[in-house]
């Protein structure tokens, strides 16, 4: 429950910094394929938006075509 | 067991002091091969939620070693086995190494620029009495979209300018046109450490010359913007 | 460790700008649609694919929308072609609309980042 709070609270901020901080933090920064896979597992994925399921499944895509 | 990497280093041997990171756990200096990461190892098998607290700490972080190096950060959220962590770094070595070439000695700086465009001086096609709520619709479609252009055309010239203003003191620059409405453009740019304060100087310059622009500069980062190597994930910013 | 004499003193970001609230407003347009967590499951592999499609049906109504306005501007549509033109689309608008209701996608969620070059919408 309290990191629920502090999930809504990150998005209630009105503090710059932070706001500049998470636009550097979760928007860009080096990215390992193959680290997302689509499973029913529960894996959390903490990578965002749209653009991470199509990368998921290119992913996908080039982990099955370097085992061929 | 999982490793939450934070980035890539090289040239360090040793933590000079110790930083706590995602959680408040304690971070390792682990050497695979001949590179070293900062990690976080982590119980069980998630990655830390996205926090207020975890993402500064993320950060701050990275930014501990920024004063001896210039890291490659890691994107928030990297959760790896070590064993997948040396499978990555052999099969991009390369680029790996590329990348370390090209960061070195920079750090990176970020201009967002908003602009108060004010769209009442758009004409509107005159209107007919007999017109109804299917053209009412369109004119009012022409009106966006023509604003929208508007905004476009002056997001690549203040671009344009920016970089004519800056430049010289830009290794690399990465740069996103209207991220938003009145956010027109958003830039970082990649300078090396002793240019950051020309670099400053001649931003400084350029915002006096231009108070219809509302400037935010920050800095230094880590240059998150300018490490990643893969191009099947896109930032929101435009970086491949 | 040397530091060289023209490292900055600290390497703390600093944020500077005359015009705090703006930004902070912007930008919270650009993180607030962020959720904090994906769980793949199949509720939201549909909803992943839902994005996908209505941001692509999205793209080409916004492409529509704006060719209509070009041939209007270009004056070679009559005033009924105009009606019609606009109540259909103002119709194929509202149905999206509904559509994303239907997901619980917001305006923010659909959109494809194409890297270099840019946003999809």
Redesign the interface.
Same mark, same amino acid.
């Given at each position: 429950m309290d990191e629920q709070l502090k999930q809504v609270d990150i998005f209630e901020q009105s503090d710059i910094s932070l706001l500049e901080t998470l636009d550097h933090v979760l928007n860009r920064g080096l990215v390992i394929a193959g680290e997302i896979t689509i499973s029913v597992a529960d894996i959390d994925l903490i990578f965002l938006g749209l653009n991470v399921l199509l990368s998921s499944v290119e992913t996908a895509n080039e982990v099955l075509r370097k085992r061929e | 067991m999982k490793l939450y990497?934070y980035?890539?280093v090289e040239k360090i041997d040793a933590l000079?002091a110790p930083v706590s990171g995602v959680s408040g756990a304690p971070v390792d200096l682990i050497r695979l091969d001949d590179f070293s990461f900062l990690v976080t190892q982590l119980e069980g098998?998630?990655?830390?939620?996205?926090?207020?607290?975890n993402?500064?700490a993320?950060?701050a972080v990275v930014?501990s070693v920024?004063?001896?190096t210039t890291p490659?950060?890691?994107?928030?959220?990297?959760?790896?086995t070590e064993s997948?962590?040396r499978s990555?770094i052999r099969t991009h070595r390369t680029a790996l190494e590329a990348k370390l070439a090209v960061v070195r000695g920079c750090?990176?700086m970020?201009v967002?620029i908003?602009s108060n465009l004010d769209e009442s001086d758009l004409e509107t096609t005159s209107e007919?009495t +007999?017109?109804?709520?299917?053209? &009412? /619709?369109?004119n009012e479609?022409?009106r966006e979209?023509?604003g929208g252009e508007r905004r476009a055309k002056e997001a690549r010239e203040v671009a344009a300018w920016l970089k004519e203003q800056v430049g010289s003191f830009v290794r690399q620059e990465a740069i996103?046109?209207c991220?938003?409405e009145?956010?027109i453009v958003a830039a970082a740019h990649l300078v090396v450490?002793?240019q950051?304060?020309k670099y400053r100087g001649g931003l400084a310059i350029a915002r006096n010359a231009r108070p219809e622009l509302?400037?935010?500069?920050?800095?230094?980062?880590p240059p998150?913007?300018f490490?990643?190597? +893969?191009?099947?994930?896109?930032? &929101? /910013?435009?970086?491949? | 460790m040397e530091l060289s004499p023209e490292t900055p003193p600290t390497v703390e970001p600093e944020i500077e700008t005359s015009h705090v609230e703006e930004f902070v407003e912007q930008l919270s347009c650009v993180t607030n649609s962020l959720p904090s967590r994906i769980n793949i499951d199949a509720q939201s592999v549909e909803q992943g694919l839902a994005k996908l499609v209505l941001t692509l049906i999205e793209f080409i109504r916004r492409l529509l929308e704006k060719q209509a306005v070009r041939r209007m501007e270009g004056g070679d549509l009559s005033p009924e072609q105009i009606e019609e033109l606009g109540l259909a689309l103002m119709k194929l608008e509202a149905k999206l609309q509904e559509l994303k209701e239907q997901f619980g996608l917001a305006d923010e969620d659909l959109n494809l980042d194409l890297g270099p070059v840019g946003r999809l919408i």
């Amino acid at each position: 429950m309290d990191e629920q709070l502090k999930q809504v609270d990150i998005f209630e901020q009105s503090d710059i910094s932070l706001l500049e901080t998470l636009d550097h933090v979760l928007n860009r920064g080096l990215v390992i394929a193959g680290e997302i896979t689509i499973s029913v597992a529960d894996i959390d994925l903490i990578f965002l938006g749209l653009n991470v399921l199509l990368s998921s499944v290119e992913t996908a895509n080039e982990v099955l075509r370097k085992r061929e | 067991m999982k490793l939450y990497v934070y980035c890539l280093v090289e040239k360090i041997d040793a933590l000079l002091a110790p930083v706590s990171g995602v959680s408040g756990a304690p971070v390792d200096l682990i050497r695979l091969d001949d590179f070293s990461f900062l990690v976080t190892q982590l119980e069980g098998d998630s990655a830390p939620p996205v926090t207020r607290d975890n993402v500064l700490a993320h950060d701050a972080v990275v930014r501990s070693v920024l004063n001896e190096t210039t890291p490659l950060p890691f994107r928030f959220g990297t959760v790896q086995t070590e064993s997948h962590l040396r499978s990555y770094i052999r099969t991009h070595r390369t680029a790996l190494e590329a990348k370390l070439a090209v960061v070195r000695g920079c750090v990176e700086m970020s201009v967002k620029i908003i602009s108060n465009l004010d769209e009442s001086d758009l004409e509107t096609t005159s209107e007919r009495t +007999e017109e109804g709520p299917g053209g &009412r /619709f369109l004119n009012e479609k022409r009106r966006e979209i023509l604003g929208g252009e508007r905004r476009a055309k002056e997001a690549r010239e203040v671009a344009a300018w920016l970089k004519e203003q800056v430049g010289s003191f830009v290794r690399q620059e990465a740069i996103s046109l209207c991220p938003t409405e009145k956010l027109i453009v958003a830039a970082a740019h990649l300078v090396v450490r002793e240019q950051v304060t020309k670099y400053r100087g001649g931003l400084a310059i350029a915002r006096n010359a231009r108070p219809e622009l509302h400037f935010l500069v920050s800095g230094p980062w880590p240059p998150y913007t300018f490490s990643n190597i +893969e191009l099947e994930f896109k930032t &929101r /910013f435009g970086v491949s | 460790m040397e530091l060289s004499p023209e490292t900055p003193p600290t390497v703390e970001p600093e944020i500077e700008t005359s015009h705090v609230e703006e930004f902070v407003e912007q930008l919270s347009c650009v993180t607030n649609s962020l959720p904090s967590r994906i769980n793949i499951d199949a509720q939201s592999v549909e909803q992943g694919l839902a994005k996908l499609v209505l941001t692509l049906i999205e793209f080409i109504r916004r492409l529509l929308e704006k060719q209509a306005v070009r041939r209007m501007e270009g004056g070679d549509l009559s005033p009924e072609q105009i009606e019609e033109l606009g109540l259909a689309l103002m119709k194929l608008e509202a149905k999206l609309q509904e559509l994303k209701e239907q997901f619980g996608l917001a305006d923010e969620d659909l959109n494809l980042d194409l890297g270099p070059v840019g946003r999809l919408i």
